[in-house]
């Protein structure tokens, strides 16, 4: 059984910052790449940031400067650093993790940007 626990979530005012965290436990195959992805109410699940097992990142162009990703290959977690937070970032933040065979996402973490 492989669990996604995401946390760091929360209410913050405009300009403000957050650092989310995800860990994966269980048993599964080697962890390929960590990633971040929002949805907000009615709206489809995008992607924030991805990081390789390498240390290769993407970011969606909307959070480009402002968030960064990073990862403890050991401890099988991921960060998000998020930044100048804007009311534009409100969303329920996903954690997904990926292996050569499998996909497994976290229940989410609510993010509250306040203008």
């Known amino acids: 059984q492989v669990q996604v626990v995401e946390s760091g979530g929360g209410l913050v005012q405009a300009g403000g910052s957050l650092r989310l965290s995800c860990t994966a436990s269980?048993?599964?195959?080697?962890?390929?790449?960590m990633g971040w992805f929002r949805q907000a109410p009615g709206q489809q699940r995008d992607l924030v940031a991805k990081?390789?097992?390498?240390?290769?990142?993407i970011y969606a162009d909307s959070v480009k400067g402002r968030f960064t990703i990073s990862r403890d290959n050991a401890k099988n977690t991921v960060y998000l650093q998020m930044n100048s937070l804007k009311p534009e970032d409100t969303a329920l933040y996903y954690c997904?993790?990926?292996?050569?065979?499998?996909?497994?996402w976290g229940q989410g973490t609510q993010v509250t940007v306040s203008a």
């Open positions: 990081i390789t097992n390498g240390g290769s990142t």
């Open positions: 269980g048993s599964m195959f080697s962890i390929n790449a």
């Open positions: 997904k993790v990926e292996t050569r065979y499998s996909v497994y």
